[in-house]
């Protein structure tokens, strides 16, 4: 069974500053997606990595795919407001269900 | 616009009172699934379709059914809701299986069952 994991849950981000948020996945996938999800709204779309390797950026936000070892990270530079918000990722099933399985998300607050 | 739309939005009902939350997509997308949102479990997958008139269950699928009789179209039907269905429910479509298939998410709809 495809278990995500995202650590940590809840990070309070100093504006400016720099951070890394990780997501694990338990077994092979050739599909790994991020999302944000504002409170209350729907899941919007961020990144899709199919490859070990890839690495995708827009604005403040980049992220990469290690295969091997399971991982994305999703990098923040230099840290703003409008960053505060849920992101999950989810890694898509490899079977004939194009299930996708989610982390539980992590929380992250921007503070001056 | 390409779009997922879900209603209703927002929904309160008494336990037992038989509902639907309509799904309905422009993108011509072949799979289509629901998940719902609870606090602390992220999100799960209930049911999905892979095509017209061909449903699945995902993980949590009891108290739930779901039809696809045209392709743009994914019904959630909850026949008798409990209270422990409460939640926020997203219907999402994409293009299948394949490389490039990103899914597209609903605007959600928050049910509670008194």
């Known amino acids: 069974e495809l278990k995500v994991e995202q650590n940590p849950l809840f990070l309070s981000m100093q504006e400016g500053k720099n951070y890394t948020i990780y997501c694990n996945y338990s077994?092979?996938?050739?599909?790994l997606y991020w999302y944000r999800q504002d409170p209350g709204k729907s899941l919007e779309s961020l990144f899709v990595?199919?490859?070990?390797?890839a690495v995708k950026q827009e604005g403040r936000l980049m992220a990469s795919l290690d295969t091997k070892a399971r991982l994305s990270t999703l990098h923040i530079t230099a840290a703003v407001h409008d960053l505060s918000a849920t992101y999950f990722c989810a890694v898509a099933s490899t079977g004939a269900n194009s299930k996708l399985t989610f982390g539980k998300g992590i929380t992250l607050s921007v503070r001056p | 616009e390409a779009q997922v739309t879900q209603n209703p939005r927002y929904l309160i009902t008494v336990t037992g009172k038989k509902l639907t939350v309509t799904c309905s997509q422009n993108?011509?997308?072949?799979?289509m699934s629901w998940y719902r949102q609870d606090p602390g479990l992220g999100l799960r997958q209930i049911y999905y379709s892979m095509n017209v008139e061909v449903t699945d269950k995902g993980d949590v699928p009891e108290g739930y059914k779901v039809s696809r009789k045209e392709k743009r179209n994914f019904p959630l039907i909850l026949e008798s809701p409990s209270p422990n269905q409460t939640s926020l429910y997203f219907c999402a479509s994409s293009l299948g299986r394949g490389m490039n298939t990103e899914a597209f998410f609903g605007q959600g709809t928050r049910l509670t069952v008194v």
């Open positions: 993108m011509n997308h072949e799979y």
């Open positions: 990595l199919l490859s070990n390797g």
């Open positions: 077994t092979t996938s050739d599909r």
